[in-house]
């Protein structure tokens, strides 16, 4: 099980990825809304409609900052379950009805992936479920 000190290694982890993450969403909202180099800032909703051919690049742009979006919500979610110390225990092997200790996540994965909810074995399982 992870203890108290673990808990505030992942706690920081997840929150300077976080900062990071959120960056990158404004620069690219901003990047992905105002094509016109910054020539006017009173730009209305409208204005994206009339570049016509450039719309899919702006879709494009946009659909990866909803993907930003959703890592913050993993993020997010992870730090919710660092707070009710639920953290590092992998859902998959909970559901299968495996006791909280053998449902740990390795605290190698968590470091490399800390807002992931499964332990390797059920990542995979997951993903073939998927496919
Ligand atoms: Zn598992």
Known sequence: ????????????LLLVL?????GDV?????????????????KSPTHLAELG?????????????ENEQEFLAEIDA?????????F???QGCQTEG?????SVIPKLRLRAI???????????KREASEC
């Open 1 to 12: 099980m992870l203890k108290k000190a673990d808990f505030d290694e992942f706690k920081r």
């Open 18 to 22: 976080r900062a990071r993450v959120r």
């Open 26 to 42: 404004k620069q690219m909202t901003h990047e992905a809304l105002d094509r016109n180099d910054g020539e006017s800032e009173s």
């Open 53 to 65: 051919t450039e719309t899919y690049e702006i879709d494009f742009a946009l659909r990866q900052v």
């Open 78 to 86: 992870a730090l919710e379950r660092i707070e009710d110390e639920s």
């Open 88 to 90: 590092g225990i992998c």
């Open 98 to 102: 495996r006791s909280l200790a053998k």
């Open 114 to 124: 800390p807002y992931t909810k499964n332990c390797v074995e059920c990542e995979q």
